[in-house]
């Protein structure tokens, strides 16, 4: 056995070991706090993985009899989900089908990780647009097709999706990359009652025309549009509802698809099963991840305007496990406890007392701004970006976890199952490491 205060020695002697300072303890974490087996502190998590564990710790759910007998069948096995089906796997396919995905998406394809994701979606529009453009053989060249995407965008660290991710030169530096058309965000700024204080809609304007003028140069044949519906790394940047439905009216225009990446948003994140259904702009293609365990794409019938669509010929797009059994078989009762126990609708709230606390902050002139958010994605900026490192570790300091977003902001991802006191604990703590 490893002591706990071995844990990070032990790692480092074989690999770069420069995460969180705790160890954490899968049997003595509960709903919302992480136990450190380290130190036997307890920290209240609004950082949650990454965004990726909704429902808390040791949720009583997670330890089912039934579930527990199904995983570790799939767990003793993984097969190779794209050619050998199970029980297991079509009891997941129509979960996620029928209680995640919106009705007009009937296509789905899964994969395990979230740059993957947001790869084969594209692809899915490379396909789609070469057909489009008259090219049937797979000896046409096609490297003239792009992707049109927006700065402080991040969308993984594989092939594709490192020609796109731009928050972090560290990230994306050194490695070769396409240079498709990158144009500017128009992000809103809110003022400390939430209201938007910027000239929005015409940092919307200018995005559109600098949209327009990707598609009138004709060096890239445009594929796809693809945006984060709330930017996550590149600072918790929210778009207006009118943007969004301008790309789609320019989608549709120039024969390009539009491609959400709802990996950090998706998945009850924002309150709904997705993002954007808030903002009533159907995409043609969703890629998803994070909480929803397993990851992958969805689809509408746009891609059906082609015959020999991606979703239509075997083996134009595959991986060797098509995601993970297991993974299935969790995000199968991570459904049922979420939708059973309506936890996005009281992460909803919860996200709801957490921005008001923030705000009442800002508004007494605390040195905090931008407070932003929805349900389980809460963020604030300060002054600077020492300010904001600052405060992120006081924060560690006093247990609470939390992630850096863009420049100069600290964002909060929470646990659905977090409570009126917890958010308060947490305000508390907020307001005492803030800068004076």
């Not at 799939?74 to 209680?99: G, H, I, K, Q, W």
């Not at 128009?186 to 910027?198: L, R, T, V, W």
Request: aromatic share 10%; hydrophobic share 40%; with cysteine.
């Amino acid at each position: 056995m490893i002591h706990p205060t071995q844990v990070h020695q032990t790692l480092r002697r074989h690999q770069l070991a420069d995460g969180l300072p705790v160890v954490f303890d899968l049997e003595r974490s509960e709903g919302a706090w992480l136990f450190d087996s380290r130190t036997g502190q307890k920290y209240l998590d609004l950082f949650t993985c990454f965004a990726s564990w909704p429902v808390g710790y040791n949720h009583p759910r997670m330890a089912e009899r039934e579930f527990l007998s199904e995983l570790t069948r799939a767990a003793a096995c993984n097969p190779s989900n794209s050619d050998l089906y199970t029980v297991e796997m079509a009891r997941f396919v129509e979960a996620f089908a029928t209680r995640v995905t919106p009705a007009g998406f009937p296509y789905n394809f899964w994969v395990s990780g979230g740059a993957l994701a947001v790869e084969n979606g594209i692809k899915v529009a490379f396909d789609w647009k070469a057909q489009k453009l008259g090219r049937m053989s797979f000896d046409d060249d096609c490297d003239d097709l792009g992707i049109l995407h927006f700065r402080q965008a991040f969308h993984g660290r594989s092939g594709y999706t490192l020609s796109l991710t731009n928050t972090d030169p560290l990230k994306t530096g050194l490695f070769p990359k396409f240079r498709w058309p990158r144009i500017d965000p128009p992000s809103i700024e809110f003022d400390a009652y939430g209201q938007i204080a910027n000239d929005v809609a015409a940092l919307e304007a200018r995005s559109l025309s600098q949209a327009r003028a990707v598609f009138a140069d004709k060096r890239w044949k445009i594929a796809a549009i693809l945006i984060e519906p709330m930017q996550g790394e590149g600072g918790d940047n929210h778009f207006r509802p009118e943007f969004l439905a301008g790309l789609r009216e320019l989608a549709d225009q120039e024969q390009a698809l539009l491609i959400l990446d709802e990996v950090q948003t998706g998945f009850f994140g924002a309150g709904t099963a997705w993002m954007w259904q808030q903002k009533g702009v159907p995409p043609d293609v969703v890629c998803f991840g994070k909480k929803s365990q397993i990851c992958g794409v969805y689809s509408s019938r746009r891609v059906e305007e082609v015959k020999q669509h991606a979703f239509a010929r075997a083996g134009r797009i595959n991986s060797t496990w098509g995601g993970s059994l297991c993974d299935m078989v969790r995000s199968r009762q991570l459904i049922d406890i979420i939708l059973g126990e309506r936890l996005h609708e009281r992460v909803a709230a919860a996200g709801e007392r957490l921005l008001a606390g923030l705000r009442r902050m800002a508004q007494s002139g605390r040195s905090l701004s931008n407070v932003r958010g929805v349900a389980s994605l809460i963020a604030f900026t300060l002054a600077t970006p020492a300010d904001r490192d600052q405060t992120l570790a006081r924060l560690q300091e006093q247990r609470v976890l939390a992630l850096k977003s863009g420049e100069r902001a600290i964002r909060f991802r929470l646990p659905f199952v977090l409570s009126d006191a917890d958010i308060d604990w947490a305000l508390e703590r907020v307001e005492s490491s803030l800068p004076k």
